[in-house]
């Protein structure tokens, strides 16, 4: 099965800091590099993604750096905000036979103090 | 509202006994899949459907199966086969092709069973 590392496993960062999150997967067939958010009881919901020719996305406050020639993505949160604290995921994500697959990561629990 | 539904939002069940979770959307998406989350821990894929009466098994199939009889709909039940049933479980849908396609997810149900 592929390997996907996520770190830190919590974060704690005040408000208007700089929130950042790693990912290290090892399978090179992964085509997608994605960020989820998940607020507690719900369902994740699809933050920002990636392609891997590309080395950097931006979305408002929301920044993926990816090295592909290390296997590492990042998420970074600029002036984070406590509506922002939630759990992230990586899911680097593959097609096989047709079908999507994503291999989440553990998840980082992020607290933005007020 | 366009969206995928989950219920019930908790269920709770005797050990030995069958449960069925329920998932319904109407995005009109061909791929549906179902997750398990257990605390401190990423997405577990279950099994996941690509298109009507057809279904594949996922990394932890084991104890649970599908049916897929409808484009809208896709229940999980968990037999008693299953030894550690008490999770977080997640159904998520997502259009078919090549390319990135965002997969949403329900809000999911959760299963405690003793």
């Known amino acids: 099965q592929q390997q996907v590392k996520q770190s830190p496993q919590s974060l704690i960062v005040q408000k208007g800091g700089i929130s950042i999150i790693n990912c290290a997967y090892e399978?090179?067939?992964?085509?997608?590099f994605p960020w989820y958010q998940q607020f507690p009881g719900k369902g994740p919901a699809l933050l920002i993604a990636?392609?891997?020719?590309?080395s950097e996305k931006k979305e408002g406050r929301f920044t993926i750096s990816f090295n592909k020639s290390a296997k590492q993505f990042s998420l970074h949160i600029m002036d984070s905000q406590p509506g922002d604290s939630a759990t992230y995921f990586c899911a680097p994500y593959y097609l096989i036979q047709g079908a999507q697959k994503l291999v989440f990561g553990q998840g980082t629990r992020l607290t933005i103090n007020p | 509202d366009g969206g995928i539904t989950q219920s019930p939002k908790y269920l709770f069940r005797k050990e030995g006994q069958n449960v069925t979770l329920s998932c319904e959307q109407n995005l009109n998406h061909d791929a549906m899949y179902w997750y398990r989350q257990d605390p401190g821990q990423g997405l577990r894929l279950i099994y996941y459907s690509q298109i009507v009466n057809d279904f594949q098994k996922g990394d932890i199939a084991e104890g649970y199966s599908v049916s897929r009889e409808k484009k809208e709909s896709f229940p999980l039940t968990v037999t008693s086969a299953q030894k550690n049933p008490t999770a977080f479980y997640l159904c998520?849908?997502?259009?078919?092709?090549?390319?990135?396609?965002?997969?949403?997810f329900g809000p999911g149900t959760r299963l405690t069973v003793t």
């Open positions: 998520a849908s997502s259009t078919q092709g090549r390319g990135f396609y965002e997969q949403y």
């Open positions: 399978n090179t067939a992964f085509d997608y």
């Open positions: 990636i392609r891997p020719d590309v």
